[in-house]
């Protein structure tokens, strides 16, 4: 049967490839798929694709599912809010959910200072918004990002990303007054010194830091490869920006809402940022994000300077509330620390039978663990192939595995944070079986 002649509705029977095939004639090639899995149901840390075949699930939609797909108390809030109402638009009458939700979130985020919140639908809205606000407060237009950081895929938040393929590849040029430097990962060679001289040679070279709205960082690099901020250097970013009166922007994105082993990540470093950027895991698998700062810096922008039409959407907040509800109860950053020991450990074992393949393990922060793989043992000369081979495998096997890296060599595991230890166990005896074959 030609693609042609499927009806749009014609759904019973199909199988993953007959899918991808029909994706692959509908969909531009721009937007990929990581595995030819059509998801028909999924619960807690498993998914079934349409073929009734069943996965542990290591990703949670890029870590968004944090608390387990279709969490009961999360499906509950949402059904109850499609009852009432699922929009009437934020900026023209709003609803309670926003206000408390904002409140919960001033509340949450670290530091002394009062916060206020707005609330957009993705993640690179959230960064927009935020370097809007910065330049906004500071009168400044310069914002400084790293190398290998990853925000988001609209127009100034991939200018700010630093990775060229696939992201900026053939999209140039990018908004001006935006800058790199390198950021600190001393695996390849880049010692927090390197990357502070960086910043100063930016300062000396292309902008002064009175030009300078913004500083914007990730504290552990998501998509760049799970390389965490040393907590000095996000100190001495801290103490940089307060010299030069730069606006600290902190992009939790992927690390937030217990993900890393506390509610946010830079609290390892105890640092307060001036703007933190939110979304991905604050509502389990609904459409929100949110910038949440200093009271007096997020006033800046003019009354009707922010928003959009499904900014704070009602369903998006009753979901993170009850998500913000479901950390609390069932004590999800302490339930990222427990997966992360878990994974360490199984981890360690894989590495030590596979000491040439696995160059790094990085277990330090919760539930957000990656393994780089290489050739020799050498940190220098990545193994991408086998990267994208162990995915495949995996998903062959029953596993779902996301990878990342600047160099296209690391998978990471974004587990759900409540996953049981067994299905933890099953995914890793699957992964050892995986590579087994492959190396
Ligand atoms: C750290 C970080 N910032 C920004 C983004 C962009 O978020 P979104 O894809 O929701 O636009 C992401 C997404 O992966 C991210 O990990």
């Not at 075949?53 to 109850?80: L, M, N, Q």
């Not at 082993?261 to 390892?268: D, I, N, P, R, T």
């Amino acid at each position: 049967m030609s693609n042609a002649n499927l009806k749009v509705t014609e759904v019973a029977g199909l199988s993953n490839n007959d899918w991808q095939a029909r994706k692959e004639d509908a969909v531009p090639r721009g937007q990929g798929n990581i595995a030819p899995v059509y998801v028909e149901r999924a619960a807690g840390s498993e998914l079934w694709d349409v073929e009734g075949r069943r996965y542990i699930d290591f990703g949670s939609g890029i870590a968004v599912c944090s608390a387990g797909h279709c969490h009961p108390k999360i499906t509950a809030a949402v059904a109850e809010q499609l009852q009432k109402f699922s929009h009437t638009c934020v900026m023209v009458t709003p609803y309670d959910s926003s206000v408390r939700l904002a409140e919960k979130l001033n509340e949450l985020v670290p530091g002394p200072s009062k916060k206020k919140s707005i609330f957009v639908t993705t993640g690179a809205e959230a960064i927009e918004n935020a370097v809007k606000i910065a330049r906004a407060h500071t009168g400044r237009r310069g914002v400084i990002a790293f190398n290998g950081g990853f925000h988001g895929r609209t127009m100034l938040a991939m200018g700010l990303t630093g990775k060229i393929t696939p992201y900026k590849n053939l999209f140039g040029p990018f908004p001006a007054e935006l800058y790199h430097a390198p950021f600190p990962i001393e695996y390849h060679g880049i010692s927090v010194e390197d990357s502070l001289k960086g910043l100063d040679n930016l300062f000396k070279a292309d902008v002064a830091p009175s030009d300078v709205a913004a500083i914007i960082v990730e504290p552990v690099q998501g998509e760049g490869g799970f390389y965490p901020a040393p907590v000095g250097f996000l100190q001495q970013l801290r103490a940089l920006c307060d010299e030069h009166g730069i606006l600290l922007v902190v992009d939790e994105i992927q690390t937030g809402f217990a993900r890393t082993g506390k509610m946010f990540c830079s609290e390892y470093a105890g640092i307060e940022a001036d703007l933190m950027t939110m979304a991905k895991g604050m509502a389990n698998g609904f459409p929100i994000a949110a910038v949440v700062g200093k009271a007096d810096i997020m006033d800046a922008p003019l009354p009707g300077g922010l928003g959009g039409t499904y900014a704070g959407s009602p369903l998006g907040c009753v979901a993170s509330l009850a998500m913000i509800d479901v950390i609390d109860e069932e004590n999800l950053v302490d339930a990222a620390n427990h997966v992360g020991k878990l994974f360490n450990s199984r981890l360690e074992t894989l590495q030590a039978k596979f000491p040439s393949n696995i160059g790094q393990l990085r277990t330090s922060h919760g539930a957000m663990m990656a393994m780089e793989l290489v050739k020799d043992g050498d940190s220098e000369q990545p193994d991408a192939e086998l990267t994208k081979a162990l995915v495949g495998r995996a998903y062959q096997n029953g596993l779902a595995l996301l990878n990342c890296g600047s160099r296209g060599n690391v998978i990471r595991f974004l587990p759900a944070l409540n996953i049981s230890d067994t299905l933890i166990n099953e995914g890793m005896d699957i992964l050892e079986k995986c590579l087994q074959e492959l190396v």
